[in-house]
């Protein structure tokens, strides 16, 4: 009999697991050594490593979705709209380093393996920035001339790099609130003076 309990525990192990071996090199065996399952248990919820890679990304991206939109949706301006994406994903990075390391690495290596995916909980999170991007732009906030596809890419490329910054050390002599601050400002504003 399946139970939640344990899918999130494999889930939880394969995230750490792929973090520190990275996915190529990680073993069915050790996922399920650091869940605390045997082997064969792990084949009861999914078929193969890859399925449980997609699954790391399906539940944890899709968690932070559930977790930002309501927060987005209870907000008009565009510019609280990226902060509040900004501090919550920073803070969940934070939090889970391992996801962030996941994220980080696995999305890139593996991203031959993950290009057929194209249905994915990641594409939906990177999508809401270009949503809220041309949102500013109908409310006429943020410039017209600006791409959509390429500005989610841009501010999520500066989350992502802050948050492998924060796997590979252990402090920071920034804040998640100075840090927020820093990309939305360089973000909306550019690094050029006014």
Same mark, same amino acid.
């Given at each position: 009999m399946k139970s939640a309990n344990k899918h999130s525990k494999i889930i939880t192990a394969a995230? %750490?697991?792929f973090? %520190?071996?990275g996915f190529f090199n990680a073993r069915i065996s050790? &996922?399920? !050594?650091?869940?605390k399952v045997a082997d064969g248990t792990i084949y009861l919820y999914f078929n193969n490593k890859f399925d449980i890679l997609i699954s790391v990304f399906e539940e944890e991206i899709g968690s932070l979705i559930k977790q930002v939109k309501p927060l987005l949706a209870a907000e008009d301006d565009p510019r609280k709209m990226l902060e509040i994406f900004a501090s919550r994903h920073l803070s969940a990075m934070k939090r889970n380093k391992n996801l962030a390391e996941v994220i980080q690495i696995e999305l890139r290596q593996s991203a031959k393996l993950i290009k057929d995916y194209r249905n994915n909980k990641f594409s939906e999170y @990177? $999508? @809401?920035i270009s949503d809220?991007? !041309?949102l500013g732009q109908e409310? $006429? &906030?943020f410039r017209k001339n600006i791409q959509p596809g390429i500005a989610?890419?841009?501010f999520f490329g500066a989350l992502d790099e802050i948050s492998r910054v924060w796997t590979v050390t252990s402090s920071t002599k920034y804040t998640l609130e100075e840090t927020t601050q820093q990309i939305l400002i360089i973000f909306q504003c550019g690094i050029l003076e006014p």
């Open positions: 995230t %750490k697991v973090a %520190k071996k050790d &996922i399920a !050594k650091e869940a @990177i $999508n @809401i809220i991007v !041309k409310q $006429n &906030i989610k890419r841009a």
